[in-house]
């Protein structure tokens, strides 16, 4: 079945640095890909998306390049703020069939000092 | 504020029990769905409606069942509860069925089985 395999964490940061989450992905199909993110005590907020092989999501200064040939979509910031400090998911929409929610990675926890 | 909300925003309850939780999707959203997340299994997708209709099934128990009302509003009901099923639970509502349709998460209820 699907899957989404991205690095756990708690990845921690001095502000201002560069930012990568590595997330790769198995799935028949074309999946579209997504990127969530949670703040403590909060839902889930759509970060951003990629619907085709090569498309370019991107949000406040976060991108992510959706990758069929290495079934990746690393989401990258050039220069991460305290503000930024939250769980991050990674995440696929299959489109081959079967159940039709989310397919969600386990998040990565991010924390961003000062 | 992504206009999903839910009821009751905590709930604790004794092994054995039977509770509902309730979802008021976004204004117009036809799709509703639940998930679970917990600490050792991540966020797990349960179960989608679209305009009523069970749509897909993820890992969802036999003691759990949903449902969705012409108004659009979803219940998901949790019965025989066991320790194990503490978790935070999700709704989330799109605009569409399938593919790289946004979903919208609501804040959650978080599920204290004692």
């Known amino acids: 079945g699907d899957s989404v395999t991205q690095m756990e964490g708690p990845v921690t940061l001095s502000e201002e640095a560069f930012l990568t989450i590595n997330c790769t992905y198995t799935?028949?199909?074309?999946?579209?890909l997504f990127w969530y993110v949670q703040y403590p005590g909060e839902g889930l907020q759509l970060l951003l998306k990629a619907t085709k092989a090569d498309d370019k999501g991107s949000n406040k200064g976060f991108e992510a390049t959706y990758r069929k040939e290495t079934t990746s979509f690393h989401l990258e910031k050039g220069s991460v703020q305290v503000s930024d400090s939250a769980v991050y998911f990674c995440a696929l929409n299959g489109r081959g069939g079967g159940a039709d929610g989310l397919t969600f990675g386990k998040g990565t926890h991010l924390i961003i000092q000062p | 504020d992504s206009g999903v909300t839910q009821t009751p925003k905590h709930l604790i309850t004794a092994t054995g029990q039977r509770v509902t939780l309730r979802c008021s999707p976004r204004?117009?959203?036809?799709?509703v769905y639940w998930y679970q997340q917990s600490l050792d299994q991540g966020l797990q997708f349960l179960i989608q409606?679209?305009?009523?209709?069970?749509?897909a099934k993820g890992n969802i128990l036999e003691r759990f069942s949903a449902q969705q009302f012409p108004d659009l509003h979803s219940e998901l009901n949790l019965s025989s509860l066991e320790l194990g099923d503490s978790a935070l639970y999700f709704c989330?509502?799109?605009?569409?069925?399938?593919?790289?349709?946004?979903?919208?998460f609501g804040q959650g209820t978080r599920l204290t089985v004692v």
């Open positions: 799935a028949t199909g074309y999946p579209s």
């Open positions: 989330a509502s799109s605009g569409a069925g399938t593919g790289g349709t946004e979903a919208f």
């Open positions: 204004s117009g959203d036809l799709s």
């Open positions: 409606y679209y305009n009523g209709e069970e749509r």
